[in-house]
Protein backbone atom coordinates (compact mmCIF):
# COMPACT_ATOMS: atom_id res chain seq x y z
CA UNK A 1 0.00 0.00 0.00
CA UNK A 2 1.11 3.63 -0.57
CA UNK A 3 3.03 4.79 2.70
CA UNK A 4 4.50 8.49 2.86
CA UNK A 5 6.77 9.28 5.74
CA UNK A 6 7.28 13.21 6.56
CA UNK A 7 10.57 13.93 8.44
CA UNK A 8 12.60 17.26 9.12
CA UNK A 9 9.60 19.14 10.75
CA UNK A 10 10.68 21.12 14.44
CA UNK A 11 10.92 24.52 16.52
CA UNK A 12 12.75 27.41 14.43
CA UNK A 13 12.97 31.24 15.02
CA UNK A 14 11.20 34.21 12.20
CA UNK A 15 13.94 34.52 9.41
CA UNK A 16 15.14 30.55 10.13
CA UNK A 17 14.81 27.65 7.55
CA UNK A 18 13.88 23.93 7.39
CA UNK A 19 14.14 21.10 5.03
CA UNK A 20 11.57 18.45 4.98
CA UNK A 21 11.69 15.28 3.55
CA UNK A 22 9.03 12.65 2.39
CA UNK A 23 9.72 8.97 2.08
CA UNK A 24 7.63 7.23 -0.50
CA UNK A 25 6.73 3.48 -0.90
CA UNK A 26 4.60 1.47 -2.20
CA UNK A 27 3.69 3.98 -5.67
CA UNK A 28 6.27 4.04 -8.67
CA UNK A 29 7.31 7.10 -7.27
CA UNK A 30 9.01 8.32 -10.83
CA UNK A 31 5.48 8.78 -12.27
CA UNK A 32 4.18 10.03 -9.65
CA UNK A 33 3.42 13.99 -9.27
CA UNK A 34 4.20 14.46 -5.36
CA UNK A 35 2.65 17.51 -3.11
CA UNK A 36 3.21 19.34 -0.29
CA UNK A 37 0.20 20.35 1.77
CA UNK A 38 -0.08 22.29 5.49
CA UNK A 39 -2.79 22.95 7.74
CA UNK A 40 -2.97 25.52 10.54
CA UNK A 41 -5.19 25.05 13.62
CA UNK A 42 -8.50 26.21 12.30
CA UNK A 43 -7.72 26.32 8.78
CA UNK A 44 -8.13 23.89 5.84
CA UNK A 45 -5.61 22.10 4.85
CA UNK A 46 -3.74 24.14 1.64
CA UNK A 47 -1.21 23.37 -0.91
CA UNK A 48 2.04 24.84 -0.13
CA UNK A 49 3.93 23.30 -3.15
CA UNK A 50 3.77 20.84 -6.54
CA UNK A 51 6.03 18.60 -8.34
CA UNK A 52 5.95 17.08 -11.54
CA UNK A 53 7.45 13.02 -11.92
CA UNK A 54 10.06 14.21 -13.62
CA UNK A 55 10.78 17.50 -11.43
CA UNK A 56 10.35 19.56 -14.74
CA UNK A 57 7.16 21.64 -13.22
CA UNK A 58 7.07 23.42 -10.15
CA UNK A 59 3.94 25.08 -8.86
CA UNK A 60 3.98 27.48 -5.57
CA UNK A 61 1.51 28.90 -3.40
CA UNK A 62 1.70 32.77 -3.41
CA UNK A 63 2.79 32.17 0.14
CA UNK A 64 5.75 30.16 -0.77
CA UNK A 65 7.04 31.70 -3.80
CA UNK A 66 10.65 33.14 -3.46
CA UNK A 67 11.10 31.58 -0.31
CA UNK A 68 10.13 27.51 -0.29
CA UNK A 69 11.78 25.28 -2.83
CA UNK A 70 10.39 21.78 -3.89
CA UNK A 71 12.28 19.10 -5.03
CA UNK A 72 12.78 15.65 -5.44
CA UNK A 73 15.62 12.29 -5.85
CA UNK A 74 13.59 9.67 -8.13
CA UNK A 75 16.50 7.70 -7.00
CA UNK A 76 15.51 8.20 -3.49
CA UNK A 77 11.83 7.57 -4.07
CA UNK A 78 12.05 11.73 -1.87
CA UNK A 79 10.40 14.75 -1.95
CA UNK A 80 11.73 17.56 -0.39
CA UNK A 81 10.67 21.22 0.62
CA UNK A 82 13.56 23.47 1.71
CA UNK A 83 11.63 26.32 3.78
CA UNK A 84 13.99 29.50 4.01
CA UNK A 85 12.97 32.95 5.63
CA UNK A 86 10.63 31.07 7.67
CA UNK A 87 7.17 33.13 9.42
CA UNK A 88 5.23 32.54 12.46
CA UNK A 89 2.24 32.15 9.84
CA UNK A 90 4.17 28.90 7.86
CA UNK A 91 3.77 27.38 11.12
CA UNK A 92 1.30 24.20 10.51
CA UNK A 93 1.46 20.51 10.23
CA UNK A 94 3.24 20.04 6.56
CA UNK A 95 1.95 16.63 4.91
CA UNK A 96 3.12 14.75 1.96
CA UNK A 97 0.16 13.99 -0.03
CA UNK A 98 -0.51 12.12 -3.36
CA UNK A 99 -3.47 13.19 -5.24
CA UNK A 100 -4.92 11.13 -7.88
CA UNK A 101 -8.58 10.96 -9.46
CA UNK A 102 -9.95 8.52 -6.94
CA UNK A 103 -7.77 9.31 -3.76
CA UNK A 104 -5.87 10.95 -1.72
CA UNK A 105 -3.19 9.52 0.44
CA UNK A 106 -0.93 11.67 2.98
CA UNK A 107 1.83 11.08 5.28
CA UNK A 108 1.47 11.47 9.04
CA UNK A 109 2.16 15.16 8.86
CA UNK A 110 5.55 16.53 10.17
CA UNK A 111 5.21 20.07 12.73
CA UNK A 112 6.52 23.54 11.78
CA UNK A 113 6.72 25.99 14.56
CA UNK A 114 7.98 29.10 13.54
CA UNK A 115 9.03 31.69 16.85
CA UNK A 116 8.77 35.42 16.81
Known amino acids: QVQLVESGGGLVQAGGSLRLSCAAS????????MNWYRQAPGNQRELVARITSSGGRTNYADSAKGRFTISRDNAKNTVYLQMNSLKPDDTAVYYC?????????WGQGTQVTVSS
Open 97 to 105: GIITATRRY
Open 26 to 33: GVIFSITT
